[in-house]
């Protein structure tokens, strides 16, 4: 960890030693700890603009990651995804799904032991390629499933 | 004694005269016929999961949520509402044998003294009102549906067992039965449409459960994290065959839920389940 | 104060098999309230952290698209029993939360 991210995570008053750090431009705003959460990324509306926006752009397709998602999703609203990398040395798993507003879902970054391996679950606005893409040793992998999503309306 | 008779389900739509000769044992019967024949590969105690059971896609997807349901957090508010001690300092479980454990198979059972249903969620208010406190309401799914939630999981493996005994009770009975058969709505369906006659079909991509094992696992959690009675089913389903539906504990659905229940008889319950 | 969350943690030989069920509305600022017509804002987990034995194992950045009452599921390799799992979220309204379990 950047250590001068841990003594600043460390002091009480982080928020006002942040704000004087910057303010003496010790800290540029972008390395500002409280927006960590990459908004361009989460908010873009199209999967390529959301992996330029993680440093992952034009990923190499990859038979070596395994998305365990259902055919046909039971309710949008709540679908289980789990992701298995067999790449060695993955850094990041993202997970995208394509057709969703904001293709942008998730980013899980691995360390001290973590097994490329994350289980979750999603809302999917309707049929759609759920994407994963991994980072491994400076390069970006990609697989795909298409999960379709109906709209029931009986649901019995 | 009354004659049996076999009741041709599929046409059961005028029982005016047919009270005296009512036999839920033979309807039981003859719909576990039906579906033997509709759903050949579908095994006895798969029939609690309904449409889930049809395919391993399904199937997985309720395995795998319901091994750590979005519902939890909701369950443990549940279980404090049963355990939370009215003013005079009595509790729910006071109210049902063995502090309300292996009890919800006995209902809906019927009280020949009113003449009426008593629906499991009829006895939590009859423990309200007794213990005066203020009943709750029917469709209230933060009261009902939850303490309902967390009741009946006391109940978790035992069997339904509802009982059918004496001419009231048979009357409420057949009047259950001979709604669940009448056609209604724009759509013009009656609950046997869909899911006696048309079993296994997808009706708007939505696969059809059996009536059998259908009220075992109420209250669910619709989406994983909406608590949704049984009678807030109905209002549903009558709602998508553009019928008006009835309010919570109408005589109307508490007597259907009767007739549904006796249909699940022998299978084991569960609740909370999720449900899409 | 946010409902407490609920972790799992069991060891399977050397790898600790880590669930936790979150409690939040996840709501993504594209529903209307039944009532007033008018847009929920959207109100969502957007960090989680989670550590064993005092190391960062796991660093998650999430959307509104994470299902309401979030479930997580990962694994550590290396883990014994007894070591501390601490998991901890944070919304997009600086809302938090954290919970800890031993893995056993």
Same mark, same amino acid.
Request: proline share 5%; aromatic share 8%; hydrophobic share 40%.
């Given at each position: 960890?950047?250590?001068?991210?841990?003594?600043?995570?460390?002091?009480?008053?982080?928020?006002?030693?942040?704000?004087?750090?910057?303010?003496?431009?010790?800290?540029?705003?972008?390395?500002?700890?409280?927006?960590?959460?990459?908004?361009?990324?989460?908010?873009?509306?199209?999967?390529?603009?959301?992996?330029?926006?993680?440093?992952?752009?034009?990923?190499?397709?990859?038979?070596?990651?395994?998305?365990?998602?259902?055919?046909?999703?039971?309710?949008?609203?709540?679908?289980?995804?789990?992701?298995?990398?067999?790449?060695?040395?993955?850094?990041?798993?993202?997970?995208?799904?394509?057709?969703?507003?904001?293709?942008?879902?998730?980013?899980?970054?691995?360390?001290?032991?973590?097994?490329?391996?994350?289980?979750?679950?999603?809302?999917?606005?309707?049929?759609?390629?759920?994407?994963?893409?991994?980072?491994?040793?400076?390069?970006?992998?990609?697989?795909?499933?298409?999960?379709?999503?109906?709209?029931?309306?009986?649901?019995? | 004694?009354?004659?049996?008779?076999?009741?041709?389900?599929?046409?059961?739509? %005028? $029982? +005016?005269?047919?009270? /005296?000769? *009512?036999?839920?044992?033979? #309807?039981?019967?003859?719909?576990?016929?039906?579906?033997?024949?509709?759903?050949?590969?579908?095994?006895?105690?798969?029939?609690?999961?309904?449409?889930?059971?049809?395919?391993?896609?399904?199937?997985?997807?309720?395995?795998?949520?319901?091994?750590?349901?979005?519902?939890?957090?909701?369950?443990?508010?549940?279980?404090?509402?049963?355990?939370?001690?009215?003013?005079?300092?009595?509790?729910?479980?006071?109210?049902?044998?063995?502090?309300?454990?292996?009890?919800?198979?006995?209902?809906?059972?019927?009280?020949?003294?009113?003449?009426?249903?008593?629906?499991?969620?009829?006895?939590?208010?009859?423990?309200?009102?007794?213990?005066?406190?203020?009943?709750?309401?029917?469709?209230?799914?933060? %009261? $009902? +549906?939850?303490?309902? /939630?967390? *009741?009946?999981?006391?109940? #978790?493996?035992?069997?339904?067992?509802?009982?059918?005994?004496?001419?009231?009770?048979?009357?409420?009975?057949?009047?259950?039965?001979?709604?669940?058969?009448?056609?209604?709505?724009?759509?013009?369906?009656?609950?046997?449409?869909?899911?006696?006659?048309?079993?296994?079909?997808?009706?708007?991509?939505?696969?059809?459960?059996?009536?059998?094992?259908?009220?075992?696992?109420?209250?669910?959690?619709?989406?994983?994290?909406?608590?949704?009675?049984?009678?807030?089913?109905?209002?549903?389903?009558?709602?998508?065959?553009?019928?008006?539906?009835?309010?919570?504990?109408?005589?109307?659905?508490?007597?259907?839920?009767?007739?549904?229940?006796?249909?699940?008889?022998?299978?084991?319950?569960?609740?909370?389940?999720?449900?899409? | 104060?946010?409902?407490?969350?609920?972790?799992?943690?069991?060891?399977?030989?050397?790898?600790?098999?880590?669930?936790?069920?979150?409690?939040?509305?996840?709501?993504?600022?594209?529903?209307?309230?039944?009532?007033?017509?008018?847009?929920?804002?959207?109100?969502?987990?957007?960090?989680?952290?989670?550590?064993?034995?005092?190391?960062?194992?796991?660093?998650?950045?999430?959307?509104?698209?994470?299902?309401?009452?979030?479930?997580?599921?990962?694994?550590?390799?290396?883990?014994?029993?007894?070591?501390?799992?601490?998991?901890?979220?944070?919304?997009?309204?600086?809302?938090?939360?954290?919970?800890?379990?031993?893995?056993?």
């Amino acid at each position: 960890m950047n250590p001068l991210r841990r003594n600043l995570l460390k002091s009480t008053g982080a928020a006002t030693s942040v704000a004087v750090a910057v303010a003496a431009g010790l800290l540029k705003p972008s390395q500002v700890l409280a927006a960590e959460w990459n908004k361009s990324a989460f908010e873009s509306k199209n999967v390529a603009d959301a992996l330029k926006g993680m440093g992952a752009s034009a990923p190499a397709d990859s038979k070596d990651i395994m998305i365990k998602a259902p055919d046909i999703a039971e309710n949008g609203a709540v679908v289980p995804v789990e992701v298995t990398s067999k790449i060695p040395g993955t850094e990041s798993i993202m997970i995208l799904v394509e057709k969703n507003n904001t293709p942008m879902t998730a980013d899980f970054t691995l360390s001290n032991g973590a097994e490329s391996y994350v289980s979750t679950r999603i809302k999917m606005a309707g049929t759609s390629g759920v994407r994963v893409v991994v980072k491994a040793g400076g390069k970006s992998y990609s697989a795909v499933k298409e999960v379709k999503v109906t709209i029931g309306g009986c649901g019995g | 004694m009354a004659k049996r008779i076999v009741s041709l389900l599929l046409a059961c739509l %005028t $029982m +005016g005269a047919g009270l /005296a000769q *009512a036999d839920p044992e033979a #309807d039981l019967a003859g719909l576990v016929k039906h579906y033997k024949d509709r759903l050949p590969d579908l095994k006895p105690q798969d029939y609690i999961f309904g449409a889930l059971a049809y395919n391993k896609d399904s199937m997985e997807q309720y395995l795998s949520i319901m091994d750590f349901p979005p519902y939890l957090n909701d369950m443990d508010k549940a279980k404090a509402l049963w355990n939370k001690p009215f003013k005079n300092g009595k509790t729910f479980g006071d109210c049902f044998p063995n502090k309300g454990k292996n009890v919800a198979g006995d209902y809906p059972m019927f009280d020949d003294a009113s003449g009426k249903v008593v629906t499991f969620e009829n006895a939590i208010n009859s423990c309200l009102k007794a213990n005066g406190e203020t009943e709750y309401d029917y469709g209230d799914m933060k %009261t $009902m +549906g939850l303490v309902t /939630a967390y *009741a009946k999981s006391l109940s #978790d493996g035992s069997k339904v067992n509802v009982k059918v005994q004496g001419k009231g009770a048979l009357e409420a009975y057949e009047k259950g039965k001979t709604f669940f058969y009448s056609r209604r709505g724009q759509l013009n369906f009656s609950c046997a449409t869909c899911h006696v006659d048309n079993v296994g079909k997808s009706i708007r991509s939505d696969a059809l459960s059996p009536t059998i094992g259908q009220t075992s696992h109420w209250p669910e959690f619709r989406s994983g994290t909406e608590p949704t009675t049984l009678q807030t089913r109905f209002r549903q389903c009558n709602i998508q065959v553009r019928s008006a539906p009835l309010p919570q504990n109408s005589e109307e659905y508490n007597n259907l839920e009767y007739f549904l229940s006796y249909m699940s008889n022998g299978l084991p319950m569960q609740t909370p389940v999720f449900r899409k | 104060m946010a409902d407490p969350m609920k972790i799992r943690a069991t060891l399977a030989g050397d790898t600790a098999d880590i669930k936790c069920l979150m409690n939040h509305a996840m709501e993504t600022g594209q529903r209307k309230d039944a009532k007033t017509g008018q847009l929920i804002p959207a109100h969502f987990i957007n960090r989680v952290t989670a550590t064993v034995g005092g190391k960062t194992v796991l660093e998650a950045q999430w959307s509104v698209a994470i299902a309401k009452n979030p479930f997580l599921g990962f694994k550590v390799k290396g883990a014994k029993a007894g070591d501390k799992v601490v998991i901890s979220w944070e919304d997009n309204k600086g809302d938090k939360n954290t919970a800890e379990a031993a893995i056993s």
